[in-house]
């Protein structure tokens, strides 16, 4: 220890930051170098450089010298927007019949934030808690199914026995976890609801309100049981109607037509979200729906084990690009899919942002401009100039990929 000199300390310190003089940190962990930066909380569109320190933002500047930061993305070419949010999917693996492991879903999706939709009830939040989210780089947080087994059972209706709809256990788990449990999550679909008609949804509805007033109700909504209007008018403002757009039978648009209801559930508040998936989005109710003021607020893609192998392609970047080339532009697409669900998710201050003071979440995309074309879950098709191209994602300033961060297990 005698040998310990001040020079060896001090070339200890150089070590630590390369290139850095006189043992001087760089200012920034990382910088985000000549990317068009996209975003919309800001009213932002134009060429900026990103700076990273300690997982925040900490600047978005233009041309900001490559020497301010330890690691440097070249974003030139690329748009470069804040972490992407996905307020519908299914991440919790092994447990959920159908869910997926978030951070291997990484170089797909160029998504930082997952809400998993009712993949665990009150009998498999603990474990989705503790096994799942706490060791995810990739923020994860979730409804709680008022199912208690959650989707474990799946392909099988988790609410033809009304019995496992367990009111006080779910508002107990939703309200014990309120950091990263959003509510509850009910799907009213004829085939998962069987003779029970709306008590699953009135279930969940009272599990949330007895969790307390921030608790929302996540509704799937399918081929919906009974009237169509009688489930609509049933959901709060706040809560969320997911696969707004589905041609799954008894849903919001009937020849043509929103139904009057889902005209008045998006005009008192309720998030009309798109959750497309392998079978719940359809062009033909999409467009009219669009055209007659009920378009979404909330991009989402219902991403898991069954819908990520259909020719839907229901992996966030892609959902996006459908929207992009069917009556909205850049900038509203990407904060549908940022900071319009990170407003829902109310959790993390500026999340969905590249404000100073944010989550350094990154997405950094590429716009390929090129005939393509798109296909709902119902075989119908549409034809496209330009889609967006997952480059590189950033979480809390750690790029996923090569070259690892050290240490490798934070954050």
């Known amino acids: 220890m005698n040998d310990l000199s001040r020079r060896a300390l001090l070339g200890g310190a150089a070590l630590l930051a390369p290139g850095a003089a006189f043992g001087q940190a760089p200012r920034h962990d990382l910088l985000i170098k000549g990317g068009e930066v996209v975003d919309p909380s800001q009213t932002l569109r134009g060429r900026r450089d990103v700076a990273i320190r300690n997982g925040l933002v ?30 519908h999917a299914h991440v919790y693996p092994e447990v959920s019949a159908i869910g997926l492991p978030a951070d291997e879903l990484v170089p797909f999706t160029a998504t930082t934030t997952y809400v998993s939709a009712g993949d665990a009830g009150s ?22 199914h008022i199912a208690n087994f959650g989707l474990a059972g799946f392909p099988v209706g988790e609410m033809l026995n009304i019995d496992h709809a367990m009111v006080e256990l779910a508002a107990k788990t939703v309200a014990e976890n309120r950091d990263v449990c959003l509510g509850v999550k009910v799907r009213m679909t ?32 399918g081929n919906a049981p009974g009237d169509i ?20 039978g ?45 378009g979404p607020d909330v991009i989402s893609s219902d991403l898991h084990a069954v819908s990520g192998n259909t020719p839907g392609l229901p992996f966030l970047p892609w959902v996006m690009s459908k929207f992009l080339n069917n009556g909205y532009s850049l900038d509203q697409v990407v904060a549908m899919a940022t900071v319009a669900p990170a407003r829902f998710i109310d959790r993390v201050e500026k ?35 330009q889609w967006l191209k997952p480059m590189q994602t950033v979480k809390a300033g750690r ?13």
């Open 58 to 87: 900490t600047a978005v500047e233009a041309d900001m010298p490559a020497a301010s930061a330890t690691q440097v993305i070249d974003a030139s070419g690329k748009l470069v927007c804040p972490g992407l949010v996905d307020l």
């Open 399 to 411: 790029p996923f990929g090569r070259p690892f961060p050290s240490p490798f297990a934070w954050p």
């Open 123 to 144: 009998s498999t939040f603990s474990l989705f808690r503790h096994a799942v989210m706490a060791r995810s780089r990739t923020r994860l947080l979730g409804f709680c």
């Open 250 to 294: 008894n849903n919001t648009v009937q020849n043509g037509r929103v139904v009057p209801a889902a005209l008045r559930a998006k005009q008192r508040g309720v998030v009309i979200d798109v959750g497309h998936g392998g079978g719940s989005f359809d062009y033909t109710v999409f467009e009219p729906a669009r055209d007659q003021g009920f």
């Open 351 to 385: 999340l969905g942002t590249l404000q100073v003071g944010a989550p350094g979440d990154v997405s950094i995309l590429e716009l390929v401009r090129e005939p393509v074309e798109f296909l709902d879950t119902r075989n119908n098709r549409r034809q496209g100039t």
């Open 190 to 221: 004829q085939e998962v609801v069987g003779t029970n008609g709306l008590e699953p949804l009135r279930r969940a509805i009272q599990a949330a309100a007895l969790a307390g007033p921030w608790a929302r109700v996540m509704c799937h909504i």
């Open 229 to 248: 209007e009688a489930v609509l008018d049933l959901l709060r403002p706040g809560d969320i109607l997911t696969h707004a757009f589905s041609g799954a």
